[in-house]
């Protein structure tokens, strides 16, 4: 099982993995170019020795003192080499001073990816989040899109409608540039001549994130197959201040928690309807909670906080066949005493596995047995965060470092 990378700094980085105990560095995508969050390991981050903790990315070259990578307004950019390896990879640092620019970009690439999706023409997005159990009403409500695949689509739609925008979309993670500096099209303006379509937004759903209404952020998942991913630069640089559904929390004094963004909007979505009695708040990726958003939901009125995150048939072995705690248990032990610290009561929920299931999660346990059946589980099957840790193997505790959790949550 992988060890991620907690604490202040993880705030402001893609899930980074443990690749060294020695040295205390871990690996993962990277905050600038971006990068596959579950299998990237192109950025890496050392804290030893202390004082002297520093990054790297080997594919853009950015490097410098870890302390840059925490500064919410940093004071300069971080630094780059004079001769990066892919100067057209090495994109632009987002400013925080940009960030009404970056939000009215990512409306924007919303309305077009909206637009996308229920065009007759183009038929399988739509399709596959039917499949997934959302109606029409709820796409609408999330403002699911779906993201072209020819890396010049956007760009163009950009061009068109907002060409002022324009040198704000790298900093934003909208768009990049080509590898080759060449596009399809000759007639281009210099301006735009190497322009494309960020990777991850080509061929993608698309899912805003919402924050008193307005595009704080985008994700996007692959279909038909499985995985999310970010755009390139730091959440909070670019402005990415809330987790996936934040605004649906409003007024209510319980909250779901899950990770990813399909469960939290399945979820919310029977919530809006009558059919759950608690909206879910999804925050993307297992590792990566911000203490700022368990200090927000207190402030706002809520009072208990459900942690719903995958049930496992077993947990993962190492290369010596010993067992660790499943992902899964280890962040709802971390998260949870965030948000007990915070001030809230932390419920767990552990979901039951069909017969031969692997695992269960929120967004497919509400497909098959609907709202109604996960209603009585939320008021039947939830325990305090104190008795869920309680109940895990105390060996197995010790191994991941949370045994100081017993009985203090």
């Known amino acids: 099982m992988p060890t991620y990378l907690h604490g202040a700094l993880?705030?402001?980085?893609?899930?980074?993995?443990?690749?060294?105990?020695?040295?205390?560095?871990?690996?993962?995508?990277?905050?600038?170019?971006?990068?596959?969050?579950?299998?990237?390991?192109?950025?890496?981050?050392?804290?030893?020795?202390?004082?002297?903790?520093?990054?790297?990315?080997?594919?853009?070259?950015?490097?410098?003192?870890?302390?840059?990578?925490?500064?919410?307004?940093?004071?300069?950019?971080?630094?780059?080499?004079?001769?990066?390896?892919?100067?057209?990879?090495?994109?632009?640092?987002?400013?925080?001073?940009?960030?009404?620019?970056?939000?009215?970009?990512?409306?924007?690439?919303?309305?077009?990816?909206?637009?996308?999706?229920?065009?007759?023409?183009?038929?399988?997005?739509?399709?596959?989040?039917?499949?997934?159990?959302?109606?029409l009403a709820t796409m609408r409500w999330a403002r699911l899109g779906y993201a072209l695949r020819d890396p010049q689509s956007l760009v163009t739609f950009l061009e068109r409608h907002v060409p002022w925008l324009l040198p704000y979309a790298e900093e934003a993670?909208?768009?990049?540039?080509?590898?080759?500096?060449?596009?399809?099209?000759?007639?281009?303006?210099?301006?735009?001549?190497?322009?494309?379509?960020?990777?991850?937004?080509?061929?993608?759903?698309?899912?805003?994130?919402?924050?008193?209404?307005?595009?704080?952020?985008?994700?996007?998942?692959?279909?038909?197959g499985k995985g999310y991913a970010s755009l390139p630069g730091s959440y909070a640089w670019r402005g990415a201040t809330v987790p996936l559904g934040w605004d649906a929390t409003r007024g209510s004094e319980v909250v779901i928690i899950t990770e990813g963004e399909f469960k939290a909007l399945a979820a919310t979505a029977a919530f809006r309807v009558g059919a759950l009695p608690y909206p879910a708040i999804g925050h993307p990726g297992l590792n990566y909670f911000r203490p700022a958003w368990a200090t927000a939901l207190n402030r706002q009125g809520v009072r208990v906080a459900i942690l719903a995150y995958d049930a496992r048939a077993t947990r993962p072995r190492d290369d010596d066949g010993h067992e660790h705690l499943a992902p899964e248990e280890a962040w709802t032990i971390r998260h949870g005493a965030t948000l007990a610290a915070a001030g809230l009561q932390v419920l767990v929920l552990t979901l039951p596995l069909e017969p031969g299931a692997a695992k269960e999660d929120l967004d497919n346990f509400l497909l098959i047995h609907g709202p109604a059946a996960l209603t009585w589980h939320l008021q039947t099957h939830v325990r305090p965060l104190a008795a869920s840790i309680a109940a895990l193997p105390r060996a197995l505790l010790r191994a991941a470092g949370l045994d100081h959790h017993l009985g203090t949550a």
């Open 10 to 135: 993880s705030a402001h980085l893609p899930p980074l993995r443990l690749v060294s105990r020695a040295s205390q560095e871990y690996a993962g995508a990277c905050p600038f170019c971006g990068g596959d969050e579950r299998r990237s390991d192109r950025f890496h981050v050392w804290l030893t020795p202390t004082g002297r903790e520093r990054y790297w990315c080997r594919r853009c070259n950015r490097k410098g003192p870890a302390s840059e990578l925490t500064n919410e307004r940093p004071s300069r950019r971080p630094s780059q080499s004079a001769e990066p390896r892919r100067p057209r990879m090495n994109g632009p640092t987002p400013r925080q001073e940009h960030i009404p620019h970056y939000r009215a970009l990512y409306a924007l690439v919303a309305t077009w990816a909206e637009a996308n999706l229920h065009q007759p023409w183009n038929p399988e997005p739509l399709a596959y989040l039917r499949q997934r159990g959302f109606d």
């Open 173 to 224: 993670g909208v768009l990049t540039r080509d590898e080759m500096g060449e596009t399809a099209h000759a007639d281009r303006t210099p301006h735009a001549v190497s322009l494309r379509t960020h990777p991850n937004l080509c061929g993608r759903i698309v899912i805003p994130y919402l924050s008193a209404g307005e595009v704080c952020d985008l994700r996007t998942r692959r279909f038909p």
